[in-house]
């Protein structure tokens, strides 16, 4: 799952980004409105934490921006402009929840679950490879109905590879999937994660299922 948190602080986005990756989240993050709107057209969010006062505008204007392009996931505002007139503003214009600073850190964790549980209960297509059969709302994976416990970081290079079916998939698409672009991993770890993801999916019965393409990436090798 990703985040993009939209905080010109970099102190307190700090805290956010933290408290997001112990979500399990991969975190993006923007200090600007133009900033924030390039980097929701280039990558789907499962949650956005947006603050309201922001140096090239209001949060506002984002927010009702992505609904109008048709953003479904969830949006929490976060701003020290929390009196009733602001929070009802930020509501009426598209945010799924409001959130006051000060904060304390557990209840914007709480706050965050509850919007992605609410994705989790949207309809969704499960993707399927081989015997392999993943669904990204409920972040599980299975082999003939069998389930196979993964981390959340190789459900995420997982689904990357099987939502580009026979696509080989480079490196650097993996690795700002799986870890966000302000994360900066050594050069083997997507080695070592895909290592470790395979050697789970051989050891439930899917061999051969993630082929390493040199010099390029990787790419699954089941079909639908």
Known sequence: MRALIVEDDERLRNIV???LTRLNL??????SLEEADELTGLH??????????LPDGDGIA????????????GILMLTALDDARSTVDGLE???????????DVEVLEARVKALLRRNERRPT??????HLKLDPARHTLERE?????????ELRLL????????????????????????EEPMSNTIDVHIARLRRKLEAAGERDAIETVRGVGYRMRGGA
């Open 145 to 153: 109905g069998v389930p196979i416990s993964l981390t959340a970081r």
């Open 62 to 73: 984002l927010c009702r921006a992505l609904r109008t392009r048709g953003f479904g996931n």
């Open 44 to 53: 789907e969010y499962d949650v956005i934490v947006l603050d309201r006062r």
């Open 17 to 19: 980004r933290r408290s």
């Open 125 to 130: 297509t499960a993707l399927v490879s081989g």
């Open 159 to 182: 689904e990357t590879l099987m939502r580009a079916p026979g696509a080989i998939v480079g490196r650097e698409d993996l690795m700002e999937q799986a870890w966000g672009e302000r």
């Open 26 to 31: 991969a975190c993006d993050e923007a200090g």
């Open 93 to 103: 214009q598209g945010a799924d929840d409001y959130l006051g600073k000060p904060f």
